[in-house]
């Protein structure tokens, strides 16, 4: 009876070593395997990490650099800093792809054709980024000059990496894409402003009036006039008539309005400034 289960048993022993070898050899063939994609993960991780940490670098070294130009604007060095972080990435997700033998060559073509496609579909939009993008670097205007676009004109209030925003005279907010900004004439009637419009006044006042107390009214009268330029003159002259005197009034507007400025001036003075004549006796 004992031999019999010593015969029975034998055979269950085989099985068991059988399947401890197997696992065994299993196990001898998993072991590379999982050294290697154990080192490459710690590889990538490490690459992963160190371009994180260079691609914060890389933009601040393009902001600082971009720093000391003084055409480059903070939007546009945040633009340039950002384009340069995001290559950074691009080219640490590569590497770290790379490394478990993905093959990044169909990748990139992959993600080359899928950009050509977007940027088809955004033809317009990328189209005024890169005219914002001009803009910015060689600035033909800047915020608060009065520009003439196409038909539209106004006062700049801001410039964006896609559209400039323009502000008429009658406070009418203008958004216009850059890429039409870029592509067509622009007036700049900030840059060389015209000259000032030089007008003349002359009344006449009796010869024994207060002249420091006609003059003082009078320069009340036009530097209260928001149309004349600071720093009117005032002067007497003497005419023919001996028992007068001419008060010359030289003033000068930014826009040629001269003659409404003098006719709202004569007004202003003869009402108020000018010494009431006597009676005639």
Not at 194 to 220: C, K, N, Q, W, Y
């Amino acid at each position: 009876m004992h031999l019999n289960l010593l015969a029975v048993d034998i055979p269950a022993l085989d099985t068991v070593d059988q399947k401890t070898q197997a696992f065994l050899v299993s196990l001898n063939a998993l072991i590379p395997w999982i050294v290697t994609n154990g080192v490459n993960l710690l590889a990538a991780i490490l690459i992963l990490l160190i371009g994180l940490w260079l691609s914060g670098k890389v933009s601040r070294i393009v902001t600082a650099v971009l720093g000391r130009t003084p055409q480059f604007d903070a939007m546009l060095r945040g633009f340039f800093a950002s384009l340069a972080r995001y290559a950074v990435l691009t080219l640490t997700v590569l590497a770290v792809l790379a490394q478990f033998g993905i093959q990044t060559a169909s990748l990139v073509a992959v993600i080359g054709a899928a950009g050509l496609a977007i940027g088809l579909a955004l033809q317009g939009t990328l189209s005024s980024l890169a005219a914002g993008v001009m803009l910015l670097i060689f600035r033909p205007f800047k915020i608060g000059d009065k520009v003439q676009v196409g038909g539209a004109t106004g006062t700049v209030r801001d410039l964006s990496l896609f559209w400039t925003e323009l502000i008429s005279d009658d406070q009418i907010q203008i958004i216009i894409p850059n890429n039409s900004v870029w592509g067509q004439a622009l007036r700049n009637m900030s840059v060389h402003p015209t000259p000032a419009h030089a007008g003349e006044l002359r009344f006449r006042i009796p010869e024994t009036s207060d002249l420091d107390g006609m003059a003082e009214a009078v320069r009340h009268i036009v530097a209260a006039d928001p149309r004349i330029q600071p720093n009117p003159t005032i002067l007497f002259d003497r005419t023919g008539d001996t028992r007068a005197l001419d008060v010359v009034v030289g003033f000068s507007t930014a826009d040629d309005i001269v003659p409404a400025v003098k006719s709202d001036l004569i007004r202003a003075i003869h009402a108020t400034a000018l010494p009431t004549e006597p009676p005639a006796t």
